[in-house]
């Protein structure tokens, strides 16, 4: 045997040694696991090769930047209807019903209530009035619910429209008077949901009677008002109730600011303004009248940009950030200037890039 390979085998017979005893001694300090006796040549293994790089192309696109706020699904502010007609409160809509033009909000002594238009009566209206807006008022509520024979709606109490309101009353179950007092109806821009009932059955029926809403569900958002700037009437917003997303547009902004209060009643220091926000999709919310929601108000937008997953960006030793960019399989880092972040996607800039240029990402 040869210097050379006596040399060898000892380094052999020492390796071999090492696993034996390595083996041996995680038995005897209690793991359970079977000793295998084997030599080092034969327990290495061939590492698997690692999985190929996920590739992704730099794309163009518009990226918005978004900032949230927190805000209260229903249906917006409430209304009082008070009663005006003297008598005895005979029927009540459920809390919850919707009531459209010419139906019945409430009754008063067997008579119904019904809804009208929007201009406040502030007169009885017969043959003997002089005219005014409130008479046109009345005559075009007649001719959409289908009394009409006076012509087109204008201003002059006529015996055509005084025909026309005694058809209304019969219709009703009124006296038929030819007259028409303001007490008869509630005035209403458009159909109406009950959101609560203040009065009874056989309560008096002048004074507080129920409350209602609109019937298009809305978010309102208590904002900031160092962020009121986010919310412009006719903007287009995303919202996220209840597990859902969908879109909305702002209504309104409101101009008056009041403190704002947290979910114990007090005072958090800031002012907050209300800021009405219209779903596109009713039923976003799952068939709930009320629930907590996110709105996501639109900041900032860079419009056709190159844009890449967050997870192609390189932190570097010396700062900033590169994308690894594959070329057929070559490899090279590119630095980059980042823009916005938005939706898991962040706007590059770096020498080379393009749009349909293949960068490494994890995402």
């Known amino acids: 045997m040869t210097t050379n390979e006596q040399s060898t085998h000892r380094r052999r017979g020492h390796r071999t040694r090492w696993v034996v005893g390595a083996a041996c001694w995680s038995w ?20 698997a090769p690692p999985a190929p790089a996920a590739t992704t192309s730099v794309t163009k696109a518009d990226l918005s930047e978004q900032e949230d706020a927190g805000g209260t699904l229903g249906f917006g502010a409430e209304t009082d209807v008070p009663g005006r007609k003297p008598g005895t409160v005979t029927s009540l809509p459920p809390a919850g019903s919707t009531i459209t033009q ?10 119904p209530v019904p809804v009208y238009g929007t201009l406040p009566f502030y007169r009885d209206l017969s043959a003997s009035v002089a005219d005014g807006p409130d008479v046109q008022e009345l005559e075009t509520n007649l001719q959409q ?8 709606p204008d201003k002059k109490f006529t015996g055509a429209t005084a025909a026309a309101v005694k ?6 179950g009124l006296p038929q008077t030819g007259t028409f007092t303001p007490a008869d109806v509630v005035l209403a821009a458009g159909p109406i949901r009950v959101s609560a009932v203040t009065a009874a059955l056989g309560g008096p029926a002048a004074g507080p009677v129920l409350k209602t809403t609109g019937t298009d569900k809305v978010v309102e958002v208590r904002l900031d008002v160092a ?10 917003v995303t919202v996220e109730i209840n597990g859902g997303s969908g879109t909305g547009k702002v209504l309104d902004v409101g101009r008056t600011a009041v403190a704002d209060k947290d979910a ?14 219209k779903l596109d999709d009713p039923n976003l919310g799952g068939g709930l009248d009320s629930a907590p929601a996110t709105v996501h108000f639109t900041k900032a937008v860079h419009k056709d940009v190159l844009v890449v997953p967050v997870g192609a960006l390189l932190a570097l030793a010396e700062g900033g950030y590169a994308v690894e960019v594959d070329d057929g399989g070559t490899r090279r880092l590119v630095a980059v200037k980042t823009g916005l972040f938005s ?11 393009a749009a349909g240029v293949k960068v490494v990402t994890t995402s």
Do not use: H, M, R
């Open 264 to 277: 114990n009643g007090q005072p958090t220091g800031k002012s907050v303004i209300t800021v009405t926000v």
């Open 102 to 111: 010419g139906q019945a909000v409430y009754g008063v002594d067997a008579a």
């Open 145 to 152: 619910l289908g009394y009409g024979g006076f012509g087109t």
């Open 167 to 172: 058809k209304w009353q019969k219709a009703q």
């Open 28 to 47: 005897c300090w209690g793991t359970g696991s079977v000793v295998v006796l084997t030599t080092a040549s034969e327990a290495q293994t061939p590492a």
């Open 343 to 353: 939706g898991g996607k962040v706007e590059v800039t770096g020498s080379g890039l």
């Open 227 to 236: 962020k009121q700037s986010l919310a412009k009437a006719g903007d287009q």
